[in-house]
């Protein structure tokens, strides 16, 4: 089967540094993207690793280890507006069709 | 930025009545349109890929007939809920790549809530 593991929830304090993994296993890969969504509104894209190593997005880094099948999201001074359900989203063909993982709830609290 | 509409926002049915979603990309021609349903608290789950000109592809499980795809255009896709359900109820999303940059980022529509009385 296809999975993607990511925490269910997290919870941070205005100003700090949180990190979210996510780790996949799916029949193919070729990018890890990552996802953010607001209660009620779409999701907005944040990031993609489509090779090893560190992308570096503002506030936002994601990270990718092709070899581990894991990769997480770096938020760094977290911002209230920055409580959301973020997901990790591999894209699995040449199609660009994506596989979501379950999403976790980040709240920030002052 | 590529951005992608979708109509309506919100719609209210009544049971084994018909609903039609439209996807739109409004900027950009998008070769690809993806559809999504979201349950609350629930992740994204694929229902089809939408290539425009030929057969949508279907995710196993998703009843084809009862959910409609059709991509007439570079620019416009459309998900029919036939005979809808309260089960149908649910928060759709379409998604479109963009054609003349990597498949790898999708943008998505704001989505369509649905619920069937």
């Known amino acids: ?110 | 930025g590529a951005v992608v509409s979708q109509h309506p926002s919100r719609v209210i049915c009544k049971s084994g009545t018909s609903v039609k979603i439209e996807c739109r990309s409004l900027d950009f021609q998008a070769t690809t349109m993806f559809w999504y349903r979201q349950f609350p608290k629930q992740s994204l789950m694929l229902m089809a890929t939408s290539n425009e000109g030929s057969k949508a592809t279907y995710e196993q499980g998703v009843e084809k007939d009862k959910f409609l795809i059709n991509h007439a255009s570079l620019t416009l896709s459309t998900l029919t809920v036939t005979s809808a359900h309260p089960e149908d109820s649910s928060f759709y999303i379409c998604s479109a790549g963009v054609m003349e940059r990597s498949t790898d980022t999708q943008y998505f529509g704001p989505g369509t809530r649905l619920t069937v009385l």
């Not at chain 1, 979210?20 to 029949?27: A, D, E, G, L, V």
């Open chain 1, 1 to 110: 089967g296809q999975s993607l593991e990511q925490p269910s929830e997290v919870t941070a304090v205005e100003g700090a540094i949180v990190q979210i993994n996510c780790t996949y296993q799916t029949s193919g890969f070729y990018g890890l993207s990552w996802y953010q969504q607001h209660d009620g509104g779409a999701p907005t894209f944040l990031s993609y690793n489509g090779l090893d190593g560190l992308e570096e997005t503002g506030r936002f880094s994601s990270f990718l280890s092709r070899s581990d099948s894991y990769g997480y999201l770096l938020l760094q001074e977290l911002q209230m507006k920055d409580s959301a359900s973020y997901f990790c989203a591999v894209t699995s063909s040449n199609t660009g069709k994506l596989i979501f993982g379950q999403g976790t709830t980040l709240q920030v609290k002052p």
